[in-house]
Structures are given as C-alpha cells and as structure tokens.
C-alpha cells in the first residue's frame, strides 16, 4: 500500500535516529520512495551516508547548496512529497515548527509544505514533560499536524517514563493511516465523555476532582481518526480540542449528562469523564460569607451518565463504553460495574497514588466485558486510545452503519 507514495523524511537530532535508518529500511521494502533531510544534529548521531545508502537517493541538508537549488529548490522537495514524516522529532524542531521558523532547510522545507506531516516525538522525560514542549505539540496539532508516540519505557538517557521514539513499524503503520485516511469508523456517530465535572458550592466555589481529560480527549481523537464522527462532551481541563471533533463543554454532571442526550443518536458511547459523584443539594446563588460557623454542605447523588446511556432503550447505542478508577481489587470491582452499569465494556486502571495514571501520561488498562479480562502492558494514553479506537472499529464491523 506504500508502494510509489513518496515520503518526506525529516530526521532531526537525537540518539533515536538509528531508529530512523530502520525506519527507511522498512519504507523501501515496502515500495515507498523515501527522500531525507538531515538538520546539522541529527548528523551528529547518525551518518549522511547511511542515510544515503538505505533511502537510495542523496541526503539534502543545506539550504543554501547552489546546486541543491538548482537541482531540487527546497519548495519542490516538500511538494512533491505524499507525506512529511518527522522521526525524530526533537524538541527544539518541535519548538522551531510551531513558531514557523525557517533557518534551515528542515523548517524551511516544513514552511512550504502544502503535505499532511506526522511527527514521531522523542526526547528525555522531562523534556517531554516541559510545558513548552507540550504547548507547542498542542499548537501543532491544532493546525492539523498528526503525532505518532512518544512510547512509554526506558529512555537512552538512563531515565524512564514518555519520551521513547515510536517503533520504525509503528510510525509505518501511522504512515499508511495516513495516507489511506483511514475509514474503518466512517459513518458512525460517537460520544466521548472527558475531564472531571465541577459542582458548585456557592457562585466562587466547587468540588471536583483531578481529571486531567487526557485520556478522554485522545480516545476522542483516535475514533475522529478513524472516521467516526465524534462529539465529545468534557469538563474544564487544559486540554485542547482533538482535530475533527465537536466539542461540547459543560461544567457540571447535570449538564454533561444534557449534553450527552442532546447528541443522540450515537453508535459508539465511551465514558471517560470523572464526573463527580455528588453536587451540593442547594448551592446558594450568593457567595457563603464566614461568620464563625463552618457551613455544613448536604450533597445529594450525581445522575450516573453511563448507566442512563447503557439502560437507554430503542436509541441504546451499539456499544457503551466505561472506565472504572479503582484503587483496590481493580479487576473485581469492574466486573461489579460492568454488571451494575449495564455497560458492554469496562476499561479498568488503577488510579491509586504513585500509579501516576490521574494527571500522568501512562495507563495500565484492564478491558472487562462479560467474557472475561484483556490485560494491557503499560502504555501511554494515547496508545489506549487508539487500541481501543482498532477494537470498537473491529467490534462494530459486521453491522451496518445505522446513522449514514
Ligand atoms: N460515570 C458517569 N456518571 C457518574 C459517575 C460515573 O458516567 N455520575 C462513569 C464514568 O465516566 C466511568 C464510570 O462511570 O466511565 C465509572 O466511574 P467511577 O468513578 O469509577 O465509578 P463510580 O460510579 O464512581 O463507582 P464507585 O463509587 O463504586 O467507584
């Protein structure tokens, strides 16, 4: 399927760039025509002549060559490219893409194109971790740059967490994602729920909890990417909105559960918020002023949006999706929920301190349905979401789209 499409590889410097050369490995078995730009660190890890050998073309990486320009102008090596690939996208290239630099031939050539580009982040954990890095991931994927990785693991570094390149396979498989425009999802509508739900106290307060959406919002995100036209309902979080999905945001459980009603009838229902399970029974419409008695808060129970949608009747959607957040007894606890929500699936993770999973970029997942437990190695949460975008896409392929 790769076979004539011409990619774009842009390897930038870090000690991933071996991977790269597999990578090129792996594209040109594959028919793919591979051109490569090298900025002046990624020579530093990796030599020109490998790349050169493997990608069987020259190595372009001078703005200014004379000949390079006359030969093959810098416009025209992105043009005529299918797809740009960046792999590995370090984070200064990351930062130099988002701010539209073009001091070298690498942003230069990233500036002019006109091409889908993925990147494939890797970097140190805290590099990764940085806010600058995330803000201008963020920004890049708003303008519609996809991302591969990065995986979860232990780094060249010596340091463990997120910042490992994505497998030379892995970005492969983006690669014809991308190029194919993957339909497996089209024609059917889903709703995602994400981040945590605020219940005000008085008109300055509220209770919530640590929901930082991410994972909501990348599952949102791989359902769109495979085609599904997705809405995706959340609560306030720093997240920003996935590319292609309707977002709806809402602050409390009563208008999140609104929310979800007002955007049936949907095929696919995936419940990732943590929606507070209770509001304060009367919040006063004016700010609680001390007067030397604590005031005492009567909370009353929260709707359980998952279970109205799994108890839905003739518009039930074809598959109800829920997360259980347990601290102990992970697995038997979702078997219980699974059961007592009438949900078809239930994605179990241990969220007790130090499993880094609330706030955290990583999720160990137990998928519970009434067959039995799918254990799921540690992976970052948007791996979660895009195995579990393969296994609806997977579950729901016999049937016939019911909302063309
Ligand atoms: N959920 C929901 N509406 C609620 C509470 C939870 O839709 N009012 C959904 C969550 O989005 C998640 C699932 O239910 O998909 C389980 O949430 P969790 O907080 O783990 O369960 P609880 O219902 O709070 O159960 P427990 O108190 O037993 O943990």
Sequence with gaps: MLQNRRILL???????GYKSLELIRRLRERGAAVRCIMTAAAKQFITPLSVASLSEDKVYDDLWS?????????????????????????????A????????????????????????????NVVMWAHPATQANLALLEKR???????????????ETGSGRMAEPLEIVAA??????????????RALVTSGPTR????????????????????????????????V??????????????????????????AACEAAFPVDIAVMAAAVADWRVESAPGHKLKKNGTPPVLRLAENPDILSR??????????????????????????????????????????????????????????LVDAKGVEDWPLMTKEAVAARLAERIAASLAPQPARHP
Aim: charged letters at 20%.
């Design 175 to 188: 690669i014809e994602r991308v190029l194919s425009g993957d339909p497996r999802l089209s024609g059917r």
């Design 96 to 123: 130099r893409m988002s701010a539209g630099l073009a001091d070298d031939l690498a942003t230069t050539a990233l500036l002019a194109s006109d091409k889908p580009v993925l990147v494939a982040p890797a970097m």
């Design 309 to 366: 949608i799994a108890q839905r009747g003739n518009d039930r959607p074809s598959l109800v999706v829920g997360f259980a957040a347990e601290t102990e007894d992970v697995v038997g606890n979702a078997r219980r929920k699974l059961r007592r929500k009438h949900c078809d699936w239930i994605l179990a993770n241990d969220v007790s301190p130090g499993s880094g999973t609330f706030g955290g970029d990583c999720n160990t997942i137990h």
């Design 144 to 158: 519609g740059v996809r991302r591969i990785g990065p995986g979860c693991g232990e780094l060249a570094c010596g």
């Design 199 to 230: 219940e005000p106290i008085d008109p300055v307060r509220y209770i919530s909890n640590h929901s930082s959406g991410k994972q909501g919002h990348a599952i949102a995100a791989a359902l769109a990417a495979l085609g599904a036209d997705t």
């Design 66 to 94: 004379l000949t390079d320009e006359s030969e093959m102008g810098h416009i025209r090596l992105s043009r005529e490219a299918d797809l740009v690939v960046v792999a590995p996208a370090s984070a200064d290239l990351i």
């Design 10 to 16: 842009i390897i930038s410097g870090g000690i991933a």
């Design 232 to 257: 995706l309902v959340s609560g306030p979080t720093q997240e920003l909105a996935p590319a292609g999905v309707q977002l709806v945001p809402v602050e409390t459980a009563a208008q999140m559960l």
